[in-house]
Structures are given as structure tokens and as C-alpha cells.
């Protein structure tokens, strides 16, 4: 079976899959496409992995900015498994498609690293607000980007992360429209998971924290805020990748946006 | 030495003084004034003492409607003691000034009430928004009533609490003006503390929960809301008073406007 007939699966073929048999047949380049429906009940990760001397400062930075860059697992150097995220797991092979970056710039979107991969390179798992959103929807708290099927708003903020070495940056964060009761329990739910960005960094007005014009985000979907809702902002995962973009690390690689690391955590295990 | 006398004491003798020695000079008719700075870290409750048969109605009305009215404490009908709150404590004599309603008018604040105790009587002692204060301003949280040194601001919304038998009636809430980030901490702190309200009701928009001027309490003192503020509401113990006010009863029973039990219950043991 050639690659290109095994990448003919589709997104409903790995609807509520296993994570330990979806990497396999991720691995296996069976797949290259969104995560977002596999494995529910499992925590996803975005992924960075950058070489062993930037990793230091890389890592100092997420434990300074714990609501935007949550580390749920990292390898050691060179070593491409994580096993607290999955005995099995290789971080070269497991991830559907990989960004690859180079002095800042995308310059390709690989669906293995096995060649970029080096003996001091270190991955980053860090949590991603698909476990929030889980928690929210059992907890009967709608999320209208997923009722529409869009993707999330997102905007770069005026929040400056704490800088670490080379790493700085604004805060990205995602917006979610809620009535104030709603919002209320979202603020209590995701408190409980700081593992996956926590509690919302704002509510209200969108031009207290620098954006301009809530109807047009930086990145994802716009989504409609009705009468007597509020945008409520998260710290988004999107922020350690903008922010090791704007480093312009010789080589780094992230995950492809939507295409997460499905690991064997589980997201009722996220609480703090 | 005499009544009067020993009435003599001020807010400024029973700062910081503990709970059981403040009860005592209390029964003995030292002192009549607020509680406010009594017994730090202490649980202080409101007050509502019934009859045996309304009794029983109003306990549903409050487990049916525990963020205005949380119990931390009841009495079996007839006893005046709650050994729970407090070993020696006795709900006759122990709570500076109570007040008497006959068929919902007020008409006296006595400073024991022992003539009016009777043989099925029932006391329920209700947490106090005191006891979230206290953790706000342990976290930093600023709450500018306290500040101000002023009453926490109160209105009567259109959330209609559940029924119980002849109790019925509007929620009553208490506004404290926050930044957004502030008020995300708050509803995490106070959401771990259902015993004394729980998180908050509602923020913002006033008139969403049928407030027409939020420059005019019904209750208490107006306060400032700045510019990047939102008000922020949480149930509040004068719930339970308005109701029993509004039910009429022959005879009932509370604890005067800051006049509150003073329990040996630590604010620490509040969380659910």
C-alpha cells in the first residue's frame, strides 16, 4: 500500500478512535489531518521542539507564563519518547502534520520529522483548550465555535508574557461568547484545570486588553456575540508558537494548527 | 454593676476578640454593637429563628435555594444551643441585637430574647458574605465597601428564588465593584466556598437581573463602580429576611444589621 492511498482516510474514519491506535496508524502515515474528534476524553497537546540550548530558555518561559504555555510532558534530550503521555509514543512520527519552521518563516508542513530530528533536540507538550472545552460541554455550558463548527477567535493581546532568554511576546488568547451566569461556571470549571490554561485571563471589554476589533480575529473564526453575552478570553496555545516564531529560532517545529499530539492523559485528570 | 453599664462597650473593645469570650460578654449584656472586627477568620452567621411548624417549610426553602441561604448551622425545636457553632453557645442570649417581626412588621430589636423562645422553636444560622471578604482580601482581592469603610451594597432582582410552602420571593443580592481579572479570581475563590454564597450570581450588565439604577441600593450603601470595572453580584443573606418578612408570620426572629452570630466555625473549613 502506497503513502498517498493510506493518507486517504478521513476525518470520519478516526471519529472517537483510540489514541494508542490512532498514533499507530498515524505513524504509519495513515493520516495527516484534524484531531479534533479522536479519542475523546484524552488531553491533545501542541507541540514545540526546538534544540536542547534553546529549550532552556524556552522552558524557563513556560513556567514564568504557566495560563498560555501549560507543559504537560517534554522529552529528555535527543530522546524522541514521552512516556508519561504514552508508553508507546514517538514524537517524530505521531503527530499528523508538523509545521516546520526556519528563522522565523513556515517553510514546510512535513508529516514526519524523522530527518529533522537530532540528538539534542527536546519536544514540548503543552495542554490546549480542547480539555477545557470538553469539561464545558459536560458541564452543559454551550461553546458556539464548536455548535457552528468553526474554528476558535483568537487575537494577540496588549499582555506582555514575562520574557525568558530570547522567548517574549504578547499573549495570544482565544474568546468564547457567554452569557455572565455562564461564564461564572466557565470561570470555575477551567480554574480546576490549570494544566490546560486555567481560568480566563478577561471578560468584557475587548479593548482593555488591545483588541481593536472584536469582530475580526487574528487568527480562527469570527463567531457571533449576542445580546446579553460577553467575549470571554482564555491564554490560547497558540501563544508559545507565536512567540518561538518570533524568536526566529534557526529550525523549530510545531504541530500543524488542529493536527495536536492525542496523548494518553486524560482530561479529568487536568485538575490542579 | 448595671445594665447600662456594662452596654458601655464599643466597637473598639471587641476588635479581634475571640469568639467564645466575646459570647459570653455578649449574654452578660456587655455589648450591643456590630460584630464587624469580631473574632477574625471566625464564621458569622444571619439569623432566623421560627416556629417548629414554619420551621419545616423553611429549611426546603433554603436547601432548595442555597446560595442566599446556605445553613451552617441549626437547632433542634425547642433547644436553644448549637453545640456545632460553638460548645457553650446559646442563640437566646449570644447575638448582640436581634430583631422581632410579628405578621411582618418590625417591632422591636431586644438584646435577648429569651422571653421569646419557646418550646418549638427552631434557630438557623445562614453563612455570611463576611467569610468570603475575609478570603478576597486574603488573596489580594480589593473590595471598596470595606475600604470605604461603608455597608456592601444590596438590591432585591428579578430571580425569583425557588418556593417552599409560604416562602417565596425575589433573590437579594450584594455588588462589589471589580476589574475583570480581579472578578475572574473572586468567582474562583468564592466558587470554593458554597457555604457562605458560593460564587456569584451575575456581573455586569445591571439590568439583566432587573436592576434599574445601580447608583441606588435598596440596601446598604451606594459605591463606586471606575472605569474598567464591572459590578459583580452574589446572593445575599438579607434573601432569607426579605422572605420571612414577606411570609408574615405571626412571629419571627433575626439578628439586627451587623449584629451577627459570632460561631467558633473557622472561614478556612468554608470551602465545599
Known amino acids: 500500500m502506497s503513502l498517498a492511498a493510506r493518507n486517504d482516510f478521513g476525518i470520519s474514519d478516526v471519529v472517537g478512535m483510540d489514541a494508542v491506535a490512532f498514533r499507530r496508524m498515524v505513524r504509519e502515515g495513515g ?36 495560563k498560555p504555555c501549560p507543559i504537560v510532558g517534554m522529552s529528555e ?20 502534520r508538523y509545521r516546520l519552521w526556519r528563522d522565523g518563516e513556515l517553510v514546510d508542513e512535513p508529516t514526519d520529522i524523522k530527518a529533522l ?9 503543552l495542554g490546549c483548550s480542547f480539555s477545557f472545552e470538553e469539561a464545558l460541554l459536560q458541564a452543559d455550558v454551550p461553546i458556539r465555535h464548536i455548535e457552528k463548527g468553526t474554528n476558535v477567535s483568537m487575537w494577540r493581546t496588549n499582555i506582555q508574557c514575562a520574557p525568558a532568554g530570547k ?39 475587548p479593548a482593555a486588553i488591545g483588541i481593536a476589533d472584536i469582530t475580526k480575529p487574528d487568527y480562527g473564526d469570527p463567531v457571533e456575540i449576542r ?17 518561538v516564531q518570533a524568536a526566529k529560532l534557526s529550525l523549530c517545529i510545531t504541530h500543524a494548527p488542529g493536527s495536536m499530539l492525542v496523548t494518553d492523559a486524560r482530561n479529568g485528570r487536568m485538575e490542579g
Request: net charge negative.
Open 31 to 66: 493520516y495527516s489531518g484534524s484531531t479534533a474528534a479522536v479519542a475523546p476524553g484524552n488531553v491533545q497537546a501542541n507541540l514545540a521542539i526546538l534544540s536542547a540550548e534553546e529549550a532552556s530558555d524556552f522552558l524557563r518561559f513556560c513556567v514564568r507564563n504557566p
Open 117 to 125: 530530528w537530532k540528538n539534542d533536540s527536546v519536544a514540548f507538550a
Open 227 to 243: 445580546p446579553g453575552e460577553v467575549p470571554v478570553f482564555w491564554a490560547c496555545g497558540v501563544t508559545p508558537q507565536s512567540v
Open 77 to 96: 534530550p535527543g530522546d524522541p519518547r514521552i512516556p508519561e503521555l504514552g508508553e508507546d509514543l514517538d514524537i517524530r512520527t505521531d503527530i499528523p
Open 167 to 205: 522567548f517574549h511576546g504578547p499573549m495570544v488568547v482565544s474568546m468564547r461568547p457567554m452569557t455572565p451566569a455562564d461564564a461564572i461556571r466557565a470561570i470555575q470549571i477551567t480554574g480546576r484545570m490549570p494544566n490546560v490554561h486555567g481560568a480566563p485571563v478577561h471578560f468584557g471589554d
